[in-house]
């Protein structure tokens, strides 16, 4: 089991910054990727930004630029730090932990995901 516990969400104006952090405890060992995800209102759950081995990363097309994920593996904690701010990144975020398992005869995946930290931007 992995537990991920998530911190600094808030109200912030467009054009602010925000560092959310993911602070992960648990069989972290085993655990492939490191992942933001956001949902707005009436919308459906998106990938944001992800971290793999440690160092490669990849973004949606919507934050490149200007949201960068990181992770202290000292801490277990896994960074997002949000720069220049728009009302569209309103959204609760969640942090991922994506475990994939290959076996000689299938694959087995597993995700766990903390309870999500609400980020709204005023314009």
């Known amino acids: 089991q992995v537990q991920l516990v998530e911190s600094g969400g808030g109200l912030v104006q467009a054009g602010g910054s925000l560092r959310l952090s993911c602070t992960a405890s648990g069989d972290i060992f085993t655990i492939n990727a490191w992942g933001w995800y956001r949902q707005a209102p009436g919308k459906q759950r998106e990938l944001v930004a992800v971290?793999?081995?440690?160092?490669?990363?990849n973004y949606a097309d919507s934050v490149k630029g200007r949201f960068t994920i990181s992770r202290d593996n000292a801490k277990n904690t896994v960074y997002l730090q949000m720069n220049s701010l728009k009302p569209e990144d309103t959204a609760v975020y969640y942090c991922n932990a994506h475990r994939l398992r290959i076996y000689t005869d299938h694959e087995e995946e597993q995700d766990y995901w903390g309870q999500g930290t609400q980020v709204t931007v005023s314009s």
């Open positions: 971290i793999t081995h440690g160092v490669t990363t």
